[in-house]
């Protein structure tokens, strides 16, 4: 008897250990590129507005419209990829998006730049919930904490990376492009080239793996069709936006997420202006100067998370989060660019562990019932930060020559989110 239960346990261990070492790596790889295309437009700001005349208003619009096509088109594409499937969804996705981000190299104009950023958006739609679904296929519940955990490293990894990347890139010229056009292009490049290799990478699927044995397969088909057994049978019906809406509890997530959005894809888009003013510096010295901030962050959340998970108290731990991304933004309003840099760097360590933190409240509040669906929410309204911060940036420096009350504005929104995190419940809601 004890072989027997013995017997089907290791197989799907043994599958398991496969699966990740087959797909989590492609799936990281396909984050750090759409990272990289979605935020590459920050460090050939000047270059934009040299030559494409863009000011800082067009600039900061442009930004931003990026994040209404995702949201707009975010339903179809799920219900796209749903029907279908996975794996031709996801590379389907991912040329897309590299085709229209090599496209942004040739805009003229800002009417193309945005009609681009827009495109982007749409095409990048349904990236992150396709690669949930197609881990719904692959692994039992119990591994895709995990595996969630380790793809959305590839967000980190990339925010190191792009800076250099980037800066490399544009000392560069291809096809007779300028090297601004060239990291464009080439970074959108990468996208198709790893999408290519992805349809021939990955398996619909675990039945057409031929790297794992018939044996694996059964284990694995088996253990995750008895989940979908049990979720079915307990499934209820999925609450419509606005009954959710009706929660108090739920208005404060998407508002204390909305807020650490807001400051995250400020100096995303931002940080690089910045820097510029630090000195008469080099495209490629620009991009080692924007990753030290992100690799600052990548150690803060490390910190944070450790000592949430051994002193519990969890409010506590991300309004202490958003109070230092609040006191970085705010100092770095009150001296030169230097000293900006330094009081952005401090606060990243703030405001990136604020949003790692912020999930498992959230998680823990919700029934499990509603927890997709809501998840789902907050995110999507929380992303909007990404449209309203560069395009509030950009009109304000085009008014007042200055950044500062934009900084202003994020020191306030972190602040309000800090206090608002008290007022949250943690225990799970029926």
């Known amino acids: 008897m004890a072989e027997f239960v013995e017997g089907p346990s290791l197989h799907l261990g043994a599958a398991v250990a496969k699966v990740k070492r087959r797909i989590l790596p492609v799936f990281i ?30 600039y900061g619009l442009g930004a931003g419209l ?13 219900m796209l990829l749903e029907k279908l499937g996975a794996r031709l969804w996801l590379t389907r996705i991912t040329i897309t998006w590299g085709v229209v981000a090599s496209l942004m190299a040739f805009a ?3 009417n193309e730049f945005y009609f681009l950023r827009f495109a982007l958006g749409a095409a990048e739609a349904g990236f992150f919930p396709g690669v949930i679904y197609y881990f719904t296929r692959w692994l039992p519940a119990a591994e895709r904490g995990k595996a969630i955990a380790l793809f959305l490293s590839g967000s980190a990894i990339a925010s190191i990376l792009s800076g250099p990347l980037s800066g490399a890139l544009m000392q560069t010229s291809v096809l007779g492009l300028k090297g601004w056009q060239s990291m464009l292009f080439i970074e959108g490049l990468f996208s198709v080239v790893i999408g290519v290799g992805a349809w021939f990478w990955l398996d619909s699927l675990p039945r057409d793996a031929r790297w794992l044995s018939a044996e694996e397969k059964q284990a694995l088909e088996e253990t995750i069709d008895a989940e979908q057994r ?10 419509g936006i606005f009954r959710l809406l009706r929660d ?39 991009g080692f100067l924007n990753s030290i901030p992100w690799t600052i962050s990548i150690l803060g959340m490390y910190l944070a998370a450790a000592g949430a998970a051994r002193w519990k108290w969890p409010q506590l731990w991300v309004a202490g989060a958003l109070v230092i991304a609040a006191t970085g933004m705010f100092l770095s309003t009150t001296g ?11 606060a990243a360590l703030g405001f990136k562990s604020a949003s790692s933190l912020f999930w498992p409240i959230a998680q823990g509040y919700l029934d499990v019932r509603i927890a997709a ?13 990404g449209f309203v911060a ?18 202003y504005g994020l020191a306030f929104a972190s602040v309000l989110a800090a206090g608002l995190v008290f007022f949250v419940r943690t225990k799970p809601r029926t």
């Open 66 to 78: 990026f994040f209404i096509g995702y949201a707009l088109f975010e339903v179809p594409s799920n």
């Open 230 to 239: 049990e979720r079915e049978a307990n499934q209820t019906a999925r609450p």
């Open 248 to 286: 108090p509890q739920i208005i404060l997530f998407c508002v204390i997420y909305f807020a650490i959005q807001l400051t995250i894809y400020a100096a995303t888009f931002w940080l690089p202006s910045i820097i510029r003013k630090m000195g008469d510096l080099s495209d490629l010295q620009v």
């Open 29 to 58: 790889l396909m984050f750090i590129v759409n990272y990289l295309d979605r935020v590459n437009i920050g460090f050939i700001r000047q270059h934009l507005s040299s030559d494409l005349g863009l000011d800082s208003a067009a």
């Open 108 to 110: 003229r104009n800002e």
């Open 336 to 346: 030169g660019p230097v000293f900006a840099f330094i009081a952005i760097c401090f």
């Open 390 to 407: 560069p395009t509030v940036f950009g009109h304000l420096e085009k008014a007042t020559g200055s950044v500062q009350y934009g900084l």
């Open 373 to 385: 669906a809501v998840i789902a929410l907050i995110n999507s309204l929380g992303n909007l930060g």
